[in-house]
């Protein structure tokens, strides 16, 4: 069974305007997303600013309140888990955040830091925690001396390794890793995932890695799910999803990424995508990329088409919401030169 | 600890995505990721080394102090108030003591160097700041008076802050109708004209001076409570925040622990400020008659006794207390005006 199951998620922000505070637009953050994560897996979330990965991220560990949808961690609802329920959850999932600057208090010693939890759910006795933060920090490469400081005291490196060592502090099972990496310094970059990839195995860690770095997200992922404005447009196993992209959006991304070669550089197609990505507030209709989308069809525009599995890559659990997927570069479509039928929308009842 | 992938073994170079590693330097023969390592590794250690030795990067106190001291006026204002707390102090000691005071003679005892006139003696080398209508000693009662006025400044203000910061807070954190109920509240503080609010809460409570602390204390929390409201909206959407709470912290906890402390460099000044206030309020009260009650001196009531000798010619009764009053107040403005530079970020340069 899978760890973490996320069914339909949906948040959706209302925007208020006037002083009566009417509710005049409604801003899809995340809408209707589903996946699952395998217990010592890592699943990637790709995406570009404002796609609502991170939103997706705190609403799966209930920090923001989802609009709709289901979550169940090891078998527990925690949408709908009571407050006692909730602290017990609180224990197994944990997050690192991407700014190691804001995530840490200025007022608070690291060993504060790091040992809140344990005082919070009252885990040992407190010469018992005090040794557990020095283990913690050791294990993060930081060392006990460092436990009696204030964070305005290390660099963003350093300052990132205190937020992993605070998440890992109960023994978690899952780790929501909000962009971690993302605002370091390139030459820490490579220490950090080193770091996390070491804990997981370690601590036998499940993580969900959300990053717009795609080459991030390919080294340290199992899975990944390519998430625009606020769906997922496509979700595969790693190196299936590299190898052969299927969804367009995919397709861009990947072409955008450099490559360390400057003659297969220059030879390469290149896939640029026009306009910007739409406001959140106003999605397109059908398709949400479909304003974008080089292939897309007069179909594009009346519905969203459903994540399907393509067929193509058995074993893969690969999937895409596209009417109109890549061929394979043996010039097969993943299943028929057909529109991908499966993908079309279930007709509504009654409709 | 390596940076190859395991799961793809082999890879061509040719790969747009050779793994995590090479995006950051790119290199066939060399293994430059490990010199990317190294070289990160001796970046950390030279912060490290930073942080240890001495220059450590520089505190919100330091650095305030190290603006502060540029500021001689509010340096000025510091050695008032530092003056005024031992002298203040003093006499709070001294009131429990068997005498009662500590000043050349007692404050209200009558009949020194009482002139045939009635109207006091002037300044002398036995009464340096002379005597009043009824002999007494305006040194002695100047003196006394200003352990009124500490009092007055420190559980006045410390009431407000007690209320200030807790419905601040609270107020700011979960918004919506308690942030409305809470906010209209203090609007309503500070709609109504302040002096007769206190006069209003006194009649309530009774005359005597513990009611003047209380009245001026309930009466300043809205100033508090508002002013840390805003600095709790910027806080409260800090990640350390929504750390906490992923950790399962309690929303007290949060607020008290997390949010509170961060939002306390506006209140530091507002102190300063408020306790200026508080004394200034007091002589307020007790000039017109509300508040300490005779004998008993402070500064506001010297001030309404005196001022008709003044008229007279007597000057010396009404002077030296409207000094004392009015250097203490400039004091803390001018500390606290120099505490709110200080700690602008917006005029450091």
């Not at chain 1, 913690?136 to 490196?157: I, Q």
């Not at chain 1, 072409?255 to 106003?282: K, Q, Y």
């Not at chain 2, 490990?34 to 030279?46: C, I, M």
């Not at chain 2, 003056?83 to 500590?102: N, S």
Request: charged share 20%; glycine share 10%; proline share 7%.
């Amino acid at each position: 069974m899978s760890l973490l199951e996320v069914r339909d998620l949906t948040k959706h922000f209302p925007i208020k305007t006037g002083i009566l505070k009417r509710q005049t637009g409604t801003v899809y953050a995340v809408d209707g997303i589903s996946f699952s994560v395998d217990r010592g897996e890592t699943l990637g979330l790709v995406g570009e600013s404002g796609c609502g990965k991170s939103t997706a991220g705190r609403s799966i560990l209930r920090l923001i309140a989802a609009t709709g949808g289901e979550v169940s961690f090891d078998g527990v609802d925690v949408m709908r888990a009571s407050r006692s329920e909730m602290q017990k959850l609180r224990r197994d999932m944990q997050i690192i955040f991407q700014d190691p600057y804001a995530s840490l208090n200025p007022r608070m010693r690291v060993r504060d830091i790091v040992g809140e939890s344990l005082k919070i759910h009252r885990v040992g006795t407190p010469a018992e925690r005090r040794r557990h933060v020095f283990e913690l920090l050791e294990t993060v490469g930081l060392n006990a001396e460092h436990a009696e400081r204030y964070p305005h005291e290390f660099s963003g490196g350093q300052r990132q390794r205190i937020g992993i060592a605070r998440a890992l502090a109960l023994n978690p099972k899952l780790i929501i890793c909000d962009e971690p990496v993302s605002a370091l310094d390139v030459s820490i970059r490579a220490q950090v995932i080193n770091l996390l990839e070491d804990l997981q195995d370690e601590f036998d860690l499940t993580y969900v890695f959300i990053a717009h770095d795609l080459s991030v997200v390919k080294h340290i992922s199992d899975r990944v799910a390519v998430m625009y404005l606020g769906k997922i447009v496509e979700i595969s196993d790693s190196g299936v999803l590299y190898d052969r992209p299927q969804h367009p959006y995919t397709e861009a991304l990947l072409s955008a990424v450099p490559i360390p070669d400057p003659h297969t550089e220059r030879a390469r197609r290149r896939i640029i995508l026009e306009g910007d990505v739409p406001s959140p507030a106003a999605p397109p209709s059908g398709c949400v990329f479909h304003p974008r989308c080089p292939r897309a069809r007069p179909i594009c525009a009346e519905a969203m088409p459903r994540l399907v599995g393509t067929g193509g890559d058995a074993g893969a659990r690969h999937e895409v919401a596209c009417y109109f997927p890549a061929r394979f570069a043996d010039g097969r479509r993943s299943v028929a030169d057909e529109p991908f039928a499966d993908a079309r929308p279930a007709p509504r009842p009654g409709a | 600890m390596s940076f190859d992938d395991p799961r793809a073994p082999g890879r061509s170079a040719h790969d747009p995505l050779d793994d995590g590693g090479n995006v950051i330097v790119s290199s066939g023969a060399v293994d430059a990721r490990d010199a990317a390592e190294v070289a990160g590794e001796r970046l950390e250690r030279r912060h490290e080394e930073q942080a240890g030795d001495g220059k450590r990067p520089l505190t919100l106190w330091s650095d305030t102090w190290r603006r502060l001291k540029r500021n001689h006026l509010a340096l000025v204002g510091l050695g008032i108030i530092t003056v005024f707390m031992i002298v203040g102090m003093i006499q709070v000691v001294a009131w429990v003591t068997p005498k009662g005071y500590l000043a050349p003679y007692p404050p209200n005892a009558t009949n020194y160097d009482l002139s045939p006139e009635g109207r006091g003696s002037p300044p002398s080398w036995s009464h340096p700041f002379g005597t009043d209508y009824v002999g007494r000693d305006i040194l002695s009662r100047t003196l006394v008076a200003t352990r009124i006025s500490l009092l007055v400044g420190v559980i006045a203000v410390a009431i407000a802050l007690i209320i200030g910061l807790v419905l601040g807070p609270i107020s700011g954190y979960y918004g919506g109708w308690v942030d409305s109920v809470i906010m209209r509240l203090a609007d309503i503080f500070f709609a109504f004209p302040y002096i007769l609010f206190v006069l209003l809460i006194m009649v309530v409570l009774g005359p005597g001076f513990q009611n003047v602390f209380i009245a001026i204390g309930i009466l300043g929390w809205a100033t508090y409570a508002r002013l840390n409201r805003g600095s709790v909206l910027s806080v409260k959407a800090m990640e350390y925040v929504e750390a906490a709470r992923a950790q399962g912290a309690s929303d007290l906890r949060v607020i008290f622990r997390h949010v509170l402390p961060n939002t306390m460099a506006p209140i530091y000044v507002a102190i300063a400020m408020g306790i200026g206030g508080a004394i200034v309020t007091e002589a307020a009260l007790s000039y017109l008659g509300i508040g300490i009650q005779p004998p008993d001196a402070s500064w506001g009531k010297m001030i309404s006794d005196y001022l008709s000798y003044f008229w007279a010619g007597s000057w010396w009764m009404l002077t030296f207390p409207s000094i004392a009053l009015t250097v203490t107040v400039f004091g803390f403005i001018s500390f606290g005006n120099g505490l709110r530079d200080a700690t602008d970020p917006k005029l450091k340069e």
